[in-house]
Each structure stands twice: as structure tokens, then as C-alpha cells.
């Protein structure tokens, strides 16, 4: 991969963090590092609503982790086959990174970080797409953190983004029918455990409506 063409736009990107007030420089450190976190609640919030709805969206709200797993999986594969070095310790004349500079061995193409945050948003825009406001943005913005604190390179996050959406989609796309059969074999199981984690299902429309007029 060659780093030279997107290395002006890594130091144009590092000099206006330096630039920045120092509440923003830590808020970007505490984003880049534990950002992942919120999709990994997204991941919890939709299982749990998933499970008072039907088989199709309890098994993209399971699909969902599986697939960013997947996107990481990916990305790691890409990352040990391009020895790409990080920018913090290669690009002559680019301000210092905000955090510490992984060290070598620890390769920059792609962003696993933002392979992770790409396949994220894509699952969880599928399995419930209002949510696309929310996770497409929150993977941008993890893609343009990991350059902003000076670890990546403007294409290594790119790609990653890209990697990462796409495994995600075609994982998704591969497995959502079989799962979705398990999820209904599993709700009709019986098993305690099974039906805690499974849920109840969608309640029909009649059932919910006649409840409603009980005094």
C-alpha cells in the first residue's frame, strides 16, 4: 500500500488536532478507545427488543455481533498480509500522536477499528434502519478518530469502513434465513433458557387488542 498518497491529508488531519482546544483532544482520545462500547449496547438494546417481536428480527438483532465479528475477522486477515507501518512512526514532519503509537508489528492497513464500527452500523441499520441515523454517523466519526489522534492513515480507515460494511451485508444477507429458521425451532423448544433468551415473540394483533379492553 502506498502510504505517500494520502500522507499530506494524515498531516493536515494531525495539525488541526493539534490545533484543537484540549477538551476536544481528550474527548476524541476517549471516543477512538471506547466508542465500540455503545455499538456493543446498540447489540443489547436490539436483542432485548427483539425478543417481543417475530423470528425475522430476533435473528437480525443476533445476526448483528456475528457479522461485525466477521468485519473484524476480515480486516485482521487484510492487516497481516499488508505490512503497512502506522503513520505516527513514519510520516517525517507529522505532528506527534494524541495517544501512544502502537508499536511495531501492530500493522495500519486496514483500521480494525473502523472495520468494526463500518460492519456495526450496517448490521444494526439492517436489523432495525431507523437506527442508520444514529450508527452511520457514530462510524464515521470512529473512522475519523483513529487519524484525528494520529494512529491511521486517511486510507486505512476508508477501507476499513468499507471492509467492514461489506462483510457485514453479505454476512447478513448469507445467514439471515437460517438463523431466523433456529430462532424460531428455539422459541418452540420449551427450554427455559431457550425461551428467556429467545423471548416470547411478537404478540398478535387480536390478542394485544382484546387485552386492552379488560377492565
Known sequence: ?????????????????????????????????????????????????ARRQGDGALALAVLAPVATAFGYVASEVLKSVVD???????????????????????????????????????????????????????ALLMAFSRVFVGVHYPHDVAVGLLLGAAVSALVVAVLRRPVQSLARTVRSSGAPVAAWASGPGAVPAGRSRRRGKRH
Open 84 to 138: 503497512e507501518e502506522r503513520p505516527c512512526r513514519s510520516v517525517a514532519g507529522a505532528a506527534a500522536s494524541l495517544v501512544t503509537c502502537p508499536p511495531t508489528g501492530d500493522w495500519s492497513f486496514p483500521s480494525n477499528h473502523s472495520a468494526i464500527a463500518g460492519a456495526a452500523a450496517v448490521a444494526l441499520a439492517i436489523a432495525r434502519p431507523r437506527l442508520a441515523w444514529l450508527t452511520v454517523p457514530m
Open 1 to 49: 500500500m502506498d502510504s505517500s498518497v494520502t500522507a499530506p491529508l494524515y498531516r493536515d488531519i494531525t495539525d488541526f488536532a493539534h490545533d484543537m482546544p484540549s477538551w476536544v483532544q481528550h474527548l476524541a482520545e476517549i471516543w477512538t478507545e471506547l466508542g465500540l462500547l455503545l455499538f456493543g449496547v446498540l447489540f443489547i438494546t436490539g436483542w432485548w427488543r
